[in-house]
């Protein structure tokens, strides 16, 4: 088993409890490291033992700019659709941050991750 990871994807997107944070949106960032065997890639220098890095961005895309309340949900939506349209994935694990999250103070950002697997 190996790893393949896509850190630092960047997306303006319209996440938030409050109304105003699915308004006027926030900047956000996704981190998603998948566990796949791509032994026969490796060998044979041919993508299809392997997993797609834009078919798998493509999924992070899409489910980033459907506005959700919780970053929770949209984690959760990701990972199932990963699972379910990549067959070579065994696990995922996204993290998701908020960047300046409205809480009251001051706050870099806010972190949500999941692992699941099949």
Not at 35 to 60: M, P
């Given at each position: 088993m190996g790893k393949i990871q896509l850190e630092g994807l960047r997306f303006k997107a319209y996440h938030g409890y409050y109304d105003e944070e699915r308004e006027k949106g926030n900047q956000f960032e996704v981190n998603i490291s998948v566990?796949?065997?791509?032994?026969?890639?490796?060998?044979?220098?041919?993508?299809?033992?392997?997993?797609?890095?834009?078919?798998?961005?493509?999924?992070?895309?899409d489910e980033m700019t459907q506005p959700s309340k919780l970053l929770e949900h949209v984690v959760e939506r990701i990972a199932d659709r990963v699972l379910r349209e990549i067959p070579a994935v065994e696990d995922v694990e996204i993290r998701l941050s908020k960047f300046n999250p409205p809480i009251g103070g001051e706050c870099r950002a806010a972190t949500v991750s999941l692992k699941k697997g099949r």
């Open positions: 566990t796949s065997t791509f032994e026969r890639a490796s060998k044979t220098d041919d993508i299809e033992g392997t997993v797609d890095y834009e078919l798998l961005y493509a999924i992070v895309k």
